[in-house]
């Protein structure tokens, strides 16, 4: 994949060319396609996965043909520093394209901002209280206005530029393409989406971070005394549906077989196992014929499964990440849906931990607290099963 599937003017690929992208990012590569045929979009995305050249590229392209020296596009953003950013984003990739850009935010005299607004700019990235002041005052006109991007909604949420932001829309034209661009969607940037766009296209990066709806709870206890706390924790839970992890294989096994002899049905997954015997555990697992699987993260990547009640990490992973792919991640961004407000979800997508860490999972307390053993940990939903 390369940037020549968009069709971009060979004004704006000489730009593409001279920043030295060769490969679009995967929000480039979602974004801009809906962006350039005129879409409203909302993109889930943070500042460094490429979101800015993911809207400034549809931009570009829009603004090569038709009026200059008006306000066409208007990125309202929280920062300056950002504002400079997509300035100098701007800058490079329009550069063979004659579109001029001017930055508005505060702290700077007004004056240079009002010469370049007087004398006219295509595009123009602003922080919202300094513009305000510029519309204020007649020095910015914005009914000539076909692009606006809301970059780092939430971000100018958490600044309280809300109000602000809302007061912008209200001079900005009715019919124009909006893309808004936010890591996260509180509700009032919900809120703020559906008042501002037009039947968007969602677009999303995934971002490794929790599942929302899982409570998590952490166990500090001796190694010898881990099996035993895990059979406690068992018997006191309501768990129908258990997924345990361990360092190595034969833990697996033998916490299996441990388990089994304490009445429960149990299945193990590990790369002693083959592959036939695999597939057994996880379609049992997964049709509720075993209550419990026990695997190792080798053996756990890449499976899929809906409707799990309870992670426990009987060895604690050896990074952040690898737990979060263990315990699940709220993935509806990297289907392209709202991350929030989402459903209380019981899918885990336990992929990758194990191709990043391969040999995975030395618990750190081995190696960092003496003998003092990793605490199993039991992560369960906060709401309950449906
Ligand atoms: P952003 O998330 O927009 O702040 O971009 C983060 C960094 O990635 C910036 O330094 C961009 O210049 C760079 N970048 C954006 N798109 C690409 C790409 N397709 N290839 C290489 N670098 C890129």
């Known amino acids: ?52 050249a993911a809207f400034v590229l549809p931009i570009l392209q829009r603004l090569l043909n038709g009026p200059r020296r008006r306000a066409r596009a208007l990125i309202v953003t929280p920062t300056r520093e950002l504002a400079e950013q997509i300035n100098d984003t701007i800058r490079a990739l329009g550069q063979g394209t004659g579109l001029r850009c001017a930055t508005i935010y ?103 971070r929790p599942a929302t709806t899982v409570s ?9 005394l881990k099996t035993g706390l895990t059979l406690e924790l068992l018997k006191r839970t309501d768990a129908h549906s258990v997924l345990i992890f361990t360092r190595t294989k034969h833990r697996a096994s033998r916490l299996a077989h441990q388990l089994e002899r304490a009445g429960y049905r149990v299945t193990a997954l590990h790369s002693n196992r ?44 050896d990074t952040a990440d690898a737990y979060i792919h263990r315990i699940g991640r709220t993935d509806d961004r990297a289907r392209g849906r709202p991350a929030n407000p989402a459903p209380p979800r019981r899918r885990l997508r336990l992929r990758r931990a194990a191709a990043r860490h391969p040999g995975a999972a030395r618990p750190p307390a081995r190696s960092g607290a003496g003998r003092r053993a990793a605490a199993p940990g039991a992560a369960r939903p906060a709401a309950r099963s449906p």
């Open 106 to 208: 505060g702290g700077v005299p007004m004056a240079p901002q009002e010469r370049a607004l007087r004398e006219g700019v295509e595009i123009l990235v602003a922080c919202p209280g300094r513009l305000l002041d510029h519309i204020d005052q007649g020095n910015a006109k914005l009914d000539g206005l076909e692009v606006l991007v809301l970059d780092e909604a939430d971000r100018m949420f958490d600044m309280g530029f809300l109000p602000a932001v809302r007061r912008i829309l209200s001079h900005v034209p009715a019919r124009r393409q909006t893309m808004l661009f936010s890591a996260t969607f509180p509700a009032e940037i919900e809120q703020l989406a559906a008042q501002a766009l037009r039947n968007p296209k969602r677009v999303a990066v995934g971002i490794s």
């Open 1 to 52: 994949m390369n940037f020549d599937q968009f069709n971009l003017d060979p004004r704006i690929m000489e730009g593409v060319r001279a920043a030295g992208y060769a490969v679009p990012t995967p929000i480039q590569s979602a974004a801009i396609p809906p962006a350039l045929a005129g879409h409203d979009l909302i993109g889930t995305a943070q500042t460094g996965t490429g979101k800015t």
């Open 216 to 224: 998590h709870a952490l166990y500090p206890v001796a190694q010898h």
């Open 274 to 317: 083959s592959q036939n015997q695999r597939q057994a555990a996880l379609d049992g697992f997964r049709a509720g014929k075993y209550q419990i699987m026990v695997a190792t993260d080798i053996a756990a990547r890449g499976i899929d499964v809906e409707r799990i009640s309870h992670v426990i990490n009987y060895d604690i992973p």
